[in-house]
């Protein structure tokens, strides 16, 4: 009776041991597995920013286009604003459009201290007298959104102007020259100024 209480007794101190061990290794593998989880490194993820307007953010160049396939000359300058408001209220009467007495005024005030971008393109090459294709830009600083609004105040209703309005973003006002009355001096040249504008108008577009 004594050996088989004996032989219990081992058998007891078997199993218990057998499960120490067990419950030891499983613990050990546990924490193993945990250390090296830690121990990798993070995965980076890199969400770019949304591209959005920067206030009073401009681009470098105001313009861009597709060259002709011909020879011109380009010539970039600045210039200051020179409007005035006796001569844009002269414009929109020209035009029909009737306006309050101090509108211009107001709206120069948006302009104050504001240059002007010109670009000159040049025909190399005989050419009638209009040989220079003019485009000049000014900032949008009266955020105007349509064209409509654009050509109320800065519209030019005579013929062989300078800058007549063209084109619009929300940085850019772009105006055009007239490239002449259309007059011909029977020389048999091209008028360089409507075949730079006739090439590069299709493609031009403001940044």
């Not at 000014?138 to 102007?161: H, L, Q, R, S, V």
């Amino acid at each position: 009776m004594s050996q088989e209480k004996s032989t219990s007794w081992q058998m007891f101190l078997i199993v218990i041991t057998t499960l120490v061990l067990i419950s030891g290794i499983a613990g050990i593998l546990y924490v193993s597995r945990n250390d090296e989880t830690i121990s990798k490194p993070p995965v980076s993820i890199t969400i770019e920013p949304k591209d959005e307007k920067i206030e009073n953010e401009v681009p470098m160049e105001a313009i861009s286009y597709e060259n002709p396939n011909f020879a011109i000359t380009l010539n970039k300058s600045i210039v200051p604003f020179s409007y005035n408001a006796e001569e844009l209220t002269a414009m929109a009467e020209e035009c029909g459009n009737q306006t309050s007495p101090n509108y211009f005024s107001q709206l120069l005030e948006k302009f104050s201290q504001t240059d002007k971008t010109v670009y000159s393109f040049n025909y190399v090459g005989a050419s009638q007298e209009a040989d220079t294709f003019i485009i000049t830009v000014i900032p949008n600083k009266a955020n105007y959104k349509t064209m409509e609004e654009f050509k109320n105040d800065f519209d030019i209703c005579g013929a062989g102007g300078e800058e007549y309005p063209s084109m619009l973003n929300d940085n850019w006002l772009l105006f055009v020259n007239s490239c002449g009355s259309g007059f011909d001096d029977g020389s048999g040249a091209v008028n360089g100024c409507s075949e730079i504008k006739t090439a590069i108008e299709p493609s031009l577009k403001l940044n």
